[in-house]
């Protein structure tokens, strides 16, 4: 086949894909022992990108990261980085460099020698390991601290080494693994917003595993939201967030009210939902006019979605009644947990605005929402 | 309370009296400048003086200071390389090995010292220098490797992994990550490894031949016609470098993390 005719073949192959991905992850299935850690995972990270594997833990997104890092091999499906496949190719020659959760700063180095490491093992000439190092350590804010040793610096600074060490090999893509986990909540936050613009800055294509996900939301352009093994949702964070695929997604992108009900009759363009708990009236939906009636679905809602009146608001929308089970002051929020349902409780939230009516503990209220908000999930 | 940390303190007291009586007699005794006699006739270096001009005594501790050597490295290279093996094993052949490497060092060391005797017989491996070196060895691999393996086991494996990360071949990972951070544990077992040699005797005892005479031969030799100052000042220097080795090897091993 590797004749002259070949090349307009190749042509036309690469016409289809202009924008070839960084990575493009085929597929991979990843087992240990009996247990199907990865299963059947497939994406495409785009160059520049920042895209977050989100799951709780136990979720596989930490295999998929060795993976990606050369670590551990799939047991099926192909992985490409930069067009190429990294099957069989040790960690040592892949175009990607790991930041680890704890950081596997080399304890016996420098500062300097730490983030020189990679340069050196690709026997880089010294003066441009020099100038490569300092440019390093001015990006993460460590400029002057090159003659330290790991133990003597602070979790943050660590964290800006092990960044440091990773960024200065120029890698086609950074792995994040955790990157932030072990940072107090402060550091944690200042660090999202740094390490985001540093991305940004130097055009880093990065893929970050995480369990936060606020974080994952902050940082990334797109996530994924993997769930015993398996890849759930792919999207903005918006997306996943605002129009979660499933249940699970919707819980673990952020507070999901639910309540549990059927599917009742049309009214107009809607459709009736009727409740499960006896003491609450239909309420309607918007889903498909063809759905089945009785088909068991739930509803959800973001706890921002909802509306709270002490009288039943003059609206045709949908209306819950409840009353006020705890106020729980957080600074500039104030959260309100409203109890729906015999074992149903909701959460919503308010600005602490003093102009703003004020609710307390037992006060009957009413939850209200525009209809396009309410999303069903059938089981 | 009180009265049960006075009953506690009046034990340790006499526990050290016992430990370590006979050896501050020892080292006094090396300065007494009569001969023959537990009677004191004053301080002396004389017989430390005496030590250098015994031309028996320093072939002998050319002997042990040359076994030491050679032991200590031919352990350090075998036990290294199996502490460093073994973390690639599945872990039923590590702790199978783990148990084996533990054995000589509980049997009694006169079945050791017998059973290497017999064994270089049956070889015709004929008794001397280097049969002391290879029974040396013997003992001392056990202790290399498990001081080795016990450092290797608390490096935090994605330190290596790192190394690789950032481009690093297998030898170098070793040379620029592994190896450095050993360090502490393999200068201690080579200063541990080299006092455990100059001062054994048992296995020494079975395995020398003639010609192969070590300091604690020379000693046991010595007493036979009667403990004289002299081999007080000998014993005394033994002890000063054994405890210098020991405390040197605890002192590297613990300054590093």
Known sequence: MATSSTPPFLASDQSLSPTPSTIDVRGIVRRHGAVLAVDQV??????????????????????????????????????????????????????????????????????????????KMRRVASTLIEAQVRQALTMVKLFGKEARRPAQL????????????????????????????A????????MQVELKSIQQQAGLTCVCVTHHQEEAMMMSDRIAVMHQGRMWQVGSPREVYERPCNLFVSRFLGVSNELPGRI?????????????????????????????AGRPATLSLRPEQLRMARERPATSGPVLSGRIEKVLFAGSDTKYLVRVGPERVWETRMTSDASLPSFAAGDPVFLHWSLPDGRLFFE | MRRGWAGLSVVSILVMVFLYGPILVLVLYSFNAAHLSMAWRGTTLKWYAALLHDDALLAATANSLLIALVSTFGAMCLGGLLALGMEQMPHR?????????????????????????????????PLGILTVMLGHIVFNVPLVTIMIRTRLRKL?????????????????????????????????????A????????????????????????????????????????????????????????????????
């Open chain 1, 42 to 119: 497939s994406f495409q990270v785009r160059r520049g990108e920042f895209f977050s594997l989100l799951g709780p833990s136990g979720a596989g997104k930490t295999s998929v990261l060795r993976m990606l890092a050369g670590f551990e091999d799939p047991d099926e499906g192909d992985l490409l980085i930069d067009g190429r496949s990294m099957l069989g190719v040790p960690p040592n020659r892949r175009p990607v460099n790991l930041v680890f959760q704890s950081y596997a700063l080399f304890p016996h180095l420098t500062v300097f020698d730490n983030v020189a490491f990679g340069l």
């Open chain 1, 154 to 181: 602070s979790g943050g600074e660590q964290q800006r080494v092990a960044l440091a060490r990773a960024l200065v090999n120029k890698p086609a893509v950074v792995l994040l693994d955790e990157p932030l986990a």
């Open chain 1, 183 to 190: 940072l107090d909540q402060q550091l944690r936050q200042a």
């Open chain 1, 264 to 292: 009742g009759a049309p009214i107009g363009e809607d459709r009736l939902f009727q409740p499960i708990d006896a003491d609450q009236p239909p309420l309607t939906v918007r889903t498909l006019t063809s759905e089945q």
């Open chain 2, 93 to 125: 052949r590590q702790r199978m090995i783990e148990g084996g490497l533990v054995l000589p060092l509980v049997i009694p060391e006169v079945m050791m010292g017998v059973a290497l005797m017999l064994f270089f017989v049956m070889l015709k491996l």
């Open chain 2, 156 to 192: 935090d494996p994605a330190l290596r992994e790192a190394a690789a990360d950032l481009g690093a071949d297998s030898w170098q990972v070793f040379r620029y990550v592994t190896l450095p951070l050993l360090r502490p544990a393999i200068w201690g077992a080579v200063l541990v």
């Open chain 2, 194 to 257: 080299f006092t455990v040699s100059l001062d054994d005797f048992l296995v020494t005892f079975f395995t020398a031949g003639p010609g192969a005479t070590t300091l604690p031969l020379k000693v046991y030799s010595m007493i036979k016609s009667g403990v004289t100052p002299e081999i007080n000042a000998l014993s005394a220097l033994l002890l000063l470098i054994s405890m210098a080795c020991v405390a040197l090897s605890l002192h590297v091993q613990r300054r590093e993390v």
